[in-house]
């Protein structure tokens, strides 16, 4: 248990961060989902326009240290080859 007022302070602001960072991490997780839900639906379009919107989202994660670079590069990687292969199959 925090004694002094310092570390109140601290575990107050840790507590703050934490929800932001819930909520950033949750957004995203429901954009990637819109993203996978166009690619099942087999709309190649609408599925690259909504890449397209949540990349700055995505980039901004990362500068937050919300999500690390690499991760964020597998996601994108990943949607991507996905929205590709539509046209392929």
């Known amino acids: 248990m ?3 007022s ?3 302070k601290k575990i107050r602001v840790i507590n703050r961060k ?3 960072r819930d909520m950033h991490k949750s957004r995203i997780k429901t954009h990637i989902k819109n993203v996978e839900s166009f690619i099942v639906k087999k709309d190649q379009k609408s599925a690259t326009e ?3 919107k949540i990349q700055p989202e995505l980039q901004a994660s990362g500068n937050k240290k919300i999500l690390t670079k690499s991760k964020i590069s597998r996601i ?3 949607l991507n080859s996905r929205i590709v292969n539509l046209n392929k199959k």
């Open 50 to 52: 909504m890449l397209k």
């Open 18 to 20: 934490t929800a932001i």
């Open 6 to 8: 310092s570390a109140k």
């Open 76 to 78: 994108q990687k990943r």
């Open 2 to 4: 925090a004694n002094t």
